[in-house]
């Protein structure tokens, strides 16, 4: 019993001091009342601590200047000091009672030869770490460096140069004895290069040449070899640079190149191979600018505005313009220095066919088109070319005048607008009853002259008359889901009879159709009701009143038709020209069929296939494929906007009342209007669609590049992206699948709504969990949940009992900031002789704790035991109070509020701790 007590008060003895450091009302003993830095003295002021670390404040006298010593508690052998003194900033460590700064160097950095230690102190660990920097030199490009770390790690690094251009480096880096990698590379530079070469009609003479290398090796095999060349010439007023860049690791290289003329100004390429060995096939970049004429030019009164250019390695421009919605497009093509020299002119074409040329004062010279910098500006009521023709017609339409301008120089241009918005029709010139003539009709464009009052008309339109066309009724219509023919009887001209089920059956409605300027007046009547209106003569569809009321709804759909085949008249637009844009289209189960264009703007529009009883239309802007869904089973229609993506298929639209619905599909008339999916690659096990907050999410495009792997699924709603990374994979070496979700709907109550949250796919279920709760689901090609049927033969289900748990791992509860990762997991192992169950916590600071019930139907818990996060382990008595009788500290003082026992047998022989471990 002896041997115990001595043990013991040693134990407390030497204790004692320590667990007066826990006392904050004085100083701590190894460092004391004062403390010298560099001469300067603080006195202690006062301590306070957080559980774990003390932080001491030490002052000068006169309170001007103070430091924080900061100590792990129990631990005071090693502390950071920070602050300020009368010479600057305080940043250093006390190390048993010396101090020492943080930062310490010895001679002039970038000077000669210097060195530098550098200290790291981790009072957590107890320890300090330490980094020590030797370098030189010599002023010229030559220098040297090593450094040494407290881990062991280690560096070197050496430069020179020749003082030429000519330049050569190298470094290693390991540890201990191991050298782990080295790097080396260079550059040199050639004084008196000589060569040149001969572009854009110019001579080229090289000036300087400069190379540079680089290489990498690590673990002793070489990861990096690259190198590059850049070689400049100049013609006196111009320069070009080529840069050939090379790995000969990844097997890569290119060229670039760039300059600049006073002609042709900036130029620049890139091909994918070293080097240029024929510069005749050089692909340049895409002109910035235009050459020849400014960015926006008026052609026959008509705006266009530049719209690319291309340069050739013989110095030509060729510039590109585009006006009238796309229609009216000019091409002015020349040699750049040529033009600018004043030895030619830039050749000027319109419509694809030549028209006059430029020159280098931005003069046209043109024949049947007037083009000039600016438009005319001063506006006028009346037609200036044609006085007494307020009305012109094109092949049957009528273009009423809308305005004439005229400016400075004696030029007018009188503007022409069809009904409904069908086409534009501009007079440009300087004289009455001469001019030269451009417009459109729907998507077809014309141009032409007028001269003595008669046009002289090429292109699609074949005539333009200022008089009314002759009265003509259509061969046949559609209407209402009705074919209507003319009656046989030449006595009932302009009765038309419907045929319900196509041409050659018997009548069962009639309607009148008479002749009206710039179309056909409509009136009649079916089993769904009246209607009346004028059915413009340029063909396409169009709506009608639904009812014998002028001021009705136009809801009614007709279109003109052939009567032998009874095939719908277009508008001169059909889908040829659209392959990405559907013949059908399924809205909430029912099928709309493509069935013409309406104009201003052009749109596909789709209706039902019964349109006497269908109560949806859809419209599809052929330009930007804006969609609009108009509902007539609604007083008024209501109607929904939204758009469809060519490339994918797909419908999509801003959240909102006002949006399209969900169930808008693209169809395929041929294949039972099966919906339109963009397919999945080949060899792709990702699913057509998944299933986000019960919505389908589409696959909607695969980037295959080698760094990005990357599949795309799309919401219905504008801004719903979902990607899942490693998208092809190859199914021998999977790898975790980063599925990441932006869902600016869901989030649009948030300050960034489209704030993204991530998680990983399962490659068995090809489910996930995002970080924020969010349950992602396999969904088939319908757009439902894929059905995945889990394979079991059920070979542990040995254990008879409620609930029987197959696998080996369990998990429950989600961080509260990472719904994708489980709280805690479970996991069993067997090695066939050891079995063993393995509980973890996925925070870093993670307790355990054991309750019970005070007593049966009493709602009182007491701790039985307790794992804090420090890993400190308290057993606590089974009456109360709720402290800890037992703490058991690995890291610090172990402590018991009970007497220890000892066996009768007497002391505790010295046996039992040489048997085991350290005690």
């Given at each position: 019993?002896?041997?115990?007590?001595?043990?013991?008060?040693?134990?407390?003895?030497?204790?004692?001091?320590?667990?007066?450091?826990?006392?904050?009302?004085?100083?701590?003993?190894?460092?004391?009342?004062?403390?010298?830095?560099?001469?300067?003295?603080?006195?202690?002021?006062?301590?306070?601590?957080?559980?774990?670390?003390?932080?001491?404040?030490?002052?000068?006298?006169?309170?001007?200047?103070?430091?924080?010593?900061?100590?792990?508690?129990?631990?005071?052998?090693?502390?950071?000091?920070?602050?300020?003194?009368?010479?600057?900033?305080?940043?250093?460590?006390?190390?048993?009672?010396?101090?020492?700064?943080?930062?310490?160097?010895?001679?002039?950095?970038?000077?000669?030869?210097?060195?530098?230690?550098?200290?790291?102190?981790?009072?957590?660990?107890?320890?300090?770490?330490?980094?020590?920097?030797?370098?030189?030199?010599?002023?010229?490009?030559?220098?040297?460096?090593?450094?040494?770390?407290?881990?062991?790690?280690?560096?070197?690094?050496?430069?020179?140069?020749?003082?030429?251009?000519?330049?050569?480096?190298?470094?290693?880096?390991?540890?201990?004895?191991?050298?782990?990698?080295?790097?080396?590379?260079?550059?040199?530079?050639?004084?008196?290069?000589?060569?040149?070469?001969?572009?854009?009609?110019?001579?080229?003479?090289?000036?300087?040449?400069?190379?540079?290398?680089?290489?990498?090796?690590?673990?002793?095999?070489?990861?990096?070899?690259?190198?590059?060349?850049?070689?400049?010439?100049?013609?006196?007023?111009?320069?070009?640079?080529?840069?050939?860049?090379w790995d000969l690791v990844a097997e890569t290289d290119s060229t670039s190149i760039s300059g600049w003329t006073p002609e042709i100004g900036a130029f620049s390429t890139s091909t994918a191979t070293q080097g240029v060995s024929d510069w005749s096939a050089v692909v340049w970049d895409a002109r910035t600018a235009p050459s020849f004429a400014p960015d926006t030019l008026w052609v026959n009164g008509w705006l266009v505005s530049w719209q690319s250019g291309t340069l050739?390695?013989?110095?030509?421009?060729?510039?590109?313009?585009?006006?009238?919605?796309?229609?009216?497009?000019?091409?002015?093509?020349?040699?750049?220095?040529?033009?600018?020299?004043?030895?030619?002119?830039?050749?000027?074409?319109?419509?694809?066919?030549?028209?006059?040329?430029?020159?280098?004062?931005?003069?046209?010279?043109?024949?049947?088109?007037?083009?000039?910098?600016?438009?005319?500006e001063e506006p006028s009521s009346t037609p200036f070319f044609l006085p007494s023709v307020p009305v012109l017609w094109v092949e049957g339409l009528e273009y009423t005048f809308e305005g004439g301008l005229s400016d400075g120089n004696g030029g007018h241009v009188d503007t022409y607008t069809a009904q409904g918005g069908a086409g534009t029709l501009r007079l440009a010139g300087s004289t009455p009853g001469t001019a030269?003539?451009?417009?459109?009709?729907?998507?077809?464009?014309?141009?032409?002259?007028?001269?003595?009052?008669?046009?002289?008309?090429?292109?699609?339109?074949?005539?333009?008359?200022?008089?009314?066309?002759?009265?003509?009724?259509?061969?046949?219509?559609?209407?209402?889901?009705?074919?209507?023919?003319?009656?046989?009887?030449?006595?009932?001209?302009?009765?038309?009879?419907?045929?319900?089920?196509?041409?050659?059956n018997a009548e069962a409605f009639t309607l009148t159709v008479a002749a009206v300027s710039g179309g056909y007046e409509i009136t009649g009547a079916d089993d769904v009701g009246a209607f009346s209106g004028v059915l413009p003569a340029g063909g396409g569809l169009h709506f009608l009143h639904a009812g014998v009321d002028a001021s009705a709804p136009q809801v009614v759909p007709v279109i003109q038709a052939t009567t032998g085949t009874g095939a719908a008249l277009g508008s001169g637009e059909n889908l040829d020209a659209h392959p990405g844009l559907p013949l059908a289209v399924e809205v909430q189960g029912d099928i709309l069929v493509f069935k013409g264009t309406l104009s201003g703007p052009a749109r596909a529009v789709y209706v039902p296939e019964d349109t006497r009883t269908g109560k949806r239309w859809l419209a599809?802007?052929?330009?930007?494929?804006?969609?609009?869904?108009?509902?007539?089973?609604?007083?008024?229609?209501?109607?929904?906007?939204?758009?469809?993506?060519?490339?994918?298929?797909?419908?999509?639209?801003?959240?909102?009342?006002?949006?399209?619905p969900e169930y808008v599909h693209a169809a395929d008339p041929e294949v039972s209007h099966a919906h339109w999916r963009l397919p999945l690659p080949v060899g792709m096990d990702l699913p057509p669609s998944f299933i986000v907050r019960g919505q389908p999410w589409w696959f909607a495009g695969w980037d295959d590049s080698p760094n990005a792997n990357v599949a795309t699924y799309r919401g219905f709603y504008d801004g719903q992206i979902m990607t899942v990374d490693h998208a092809m994979q190859d199914p021998a070496a999977p790898v975790d699948r980063l599925v990441t979700l932006v869902d600016p709907v869901h989030n649009a109550g948030l300050t960034n709504p489209f704030q993204e949250t991530q998680g990983t796919l399962s490659d068995v279920r090809r489910s996930v969990r995002l970080r924020d709760g969010t349950l992602v689901l396999s969904g088939n090609a319908l757009g439902g949940q894929e059905i995945i049927t889990p394979t079991d033969d059920y070979s542990l289900h040995t254990i008879r009992s409620d609930v029987d748990i197959i696998g080996n791992n369990l998990s429950f509860g989600v961080l509260q900031d990472d719904a994708s990762l489980a709280g805690a997991l479970f996991a069993f192992r067997d090695d066939g002789s050891i079995a063993s169950l393995h509980s973890s916590l996925s925070r870093q600071a993670a307790e355990w704790v054991w309750w019970r019930q005070d007593s049966t139907n009493v709602n009182v818990l007491r701790k039985v035991m307790w794992m804090d996060p420090s890993h400190r382990l308290s057993l606590f008595p089974p009456e109360g109070p709720d402290q800890p009788a037992i703490v058991l500290d690995p890291a610090g003082t172990s402590s018991l509020k009970h007497p220890l026992r000892i066996p009768p047998g007497g002391d505790i022989p010295m046996g039992a701790f040489q048997a085991g471990g350290r005690p």
């Open positions: 019993m002896k041997t115990f007590l001595a043990i013991f008060s040693l134990c407390f003895l030497a204790c004692a001091p320590l667990c007066a450091q826990n006392d904050n009302s004085q100083p701590l003993t190894l460092i004391g009342s004062s403390l010298s830095i560099h001469a300067e003295t603080f006195d202690w002021v006062e301590a306070s601590d957080d559980g774990t670390y003390r932080t001491d404040v030490y002052s000068t006298s006169d309170l001007s200047y103070s430091v924080s010593v900061v100590t792990k508690l129990l631990v005071p052998g090693l502390a950071s000091v920070s602050g300020s003194s009368s010479w600057g900033t305080v940043d250093g460590h006390l190390s048993s009672g010396s101090y020492a700064e943080n930062y310490v160097e010895s001679g002039t950095p970038g000077y000669g030869s210097w060195e530098t230690w550098t200290y790291s102190v981790d009072l957590a660990a107890t320890q300090v770490a330490w980094t020590h920097v030797s370098a030189s030199d010599d002023g010229s490009g030559n220098s040297s460096s090593s450094w040494v770390n407290s881990a062991g790690e280690w560096g070197t690094r050496s430069d020179s140069n020749d003082g030429n251009g000519n330049t050569s480096w190298s470094e290693s880096w390991g540890e201990g004895a191991t050298t782990e990698g080295t790097r080396e590379g260079g550059s040199s530079y050639e004084h008196s290069p000589t060569g040149g070469l001969s572009l854009f009609g110019r001579t080229f003479g090289l000036t300087s040449s400069q190379s540079g290398w680089e290489t990498e090796t690590l673990d002793g095999v070489e990861t990096a070899n690259s190198g590059w060349e850049s070689r400049a010439y100049s013609d006196g007023d111009s320069t070009l640079e080529v840069l050939v860049d050739s390695s013989s110095g030509v421009v060729t510039d590109v313009y585009a006006g009238a919605g796309g229609q009216l497009g000019m091409v002015i093509s020349g040699d750049a220095r040529e033009v600018v020299l004043g030895n030619t002119s830039a050749v000027v074409s319109i419509q694809g066919a030549a028209a006059g040329s430029v020159g280098n004062n931005q003069s046209f010279s043109m024949t049947g088109w007037t083009v000039s910098s600016t438009g005319a030269h003539v451009a417009g459109n009709l729907h998507t077809a464009f014309f141009h032409g002259s007028l001269a003595s009052g008669a046009f002289a008309i090429t292109g699609a339109v074949v005539a333009v008359s200022t008089q009314p066309p002759p009265a003509a009724l259509p061969e046949a219509l559609w209407l209402r889901g009705g074919f209507y023919a003319p009656d046989d009887d030449p006595a009932t001209t302009g009765v038309y009879e419907w045929d319900p089920d196509g041409p050659g599809l802007r052929l330009d930007t494929h804006a969609a609009s869904l108009t509902d007539l089973g609604f007083a008024p229609a209501a109607v929904t906007a939204g758009s469809y993506d060519a490339q994918t298929h797909l419908f999509s639209t801003p959240h909102g009342s006002g949006s399209l």
